[in-house]
T-cell receptor, first 116, second 109 residues
């Protein structure tokens, strides 16, 4: 039972390079999220999706783009990487809020990204 | 000011001690989550609660909605409990969580 899988686990980029982080979930969840985690700060939401074909901006969306072409996949893109984007990135998913009842988020293991 | 404040930021205790981690928040919420992040980095959801108290093994989570405060307790702490514990809240009608900065717990054998 894989849950939420992130690839790659580690990556080093040079400033200006581009890359895509992939998140895949096998739980048929509607909601998917991309967060970044920086020292001394809580997880911050970059972008999220409430269903296939939909995306929305979170707290810190600048410099990132996302796509949700398939329900099980949520891609995070960096078009022109900057040192300020050095961080650990987490993907999460959750099922739809049902009857007002909150559902827990399931997290991937994270991607450690360094921008030189 | 962060909407979610955790205390303490760091906590070191001896094996067997009773542990309390606190979380205060400033907005009305529909639910509060406690998560655990292991040294390897993985994040696991421990509890989700909107009132009262929940218990799972040696872990107990309580919430006081009126006081906008939650506590996570660990009884008979063990070195394998060493991790960062994160509090997060969800506002009403909101798909998003707001996270605290976490409490780093170290249990010494």
């Amino acid at each position: 039972n894989a849950g939420v899988t992130q690839t790659p686990k580690f990556r080093v980029l040079k400033t200006g390079q581009s890359m895509t982080l992939l998140c895949a979930q096998d739980m048929n969840h509607e909601y998917m999220y991309w967060y970044r985690q920086d020292p001394g700060m809580g997880l911050r939401l970059i972008h999220y999706s409430v269903g296939e074909g939909t995306t929305a901006k979170g707290e810190v969306p600048d410099g990132y783009n996302v796509s949700r072409l398939k329900k099980q996949n949520f891609l995070l893109g960096l078009e022109s990487a900057a040192p300020s984007q050095t961080s650990v990135y987490f993907c999460a998913s959750s099922s739809t809020l049902t009857g007002g009842i909150n559902q827990p988020q399931h997290f991937g293991d994270g991607t450690r990204l360094s921008i030189l | 000011k962060n909407e979610v404040e955790q205390s303490p930021q760091n906590l070191t205790a001896q094996e067997g001690e009773f542990i309390t981690i606190n979380c205060s928040y400033s907005v009305g919420i529909s639910a509060l989550h406690w998560l655990q992040q292991h040294p390897g980095g993985g994040i696991v959801s421990l509890f989700m609660l909107s009132s009262g108290k929940k218990k799972h093994g040696r872990l107990i989570a309580t919430i006081n909605i009126q006081e906008k405060h939650s506590s996570l307790h660990i009884t008979a702490s063990h070195p394998r409990d060493s991790a960062v514990y994160i509090c997060a809240v969800r506002g009403f009608g909101n798909e998003k969580l707001t996270f605290g900065t976490g409490t780093r717990l170290t249990i010494i054998p």
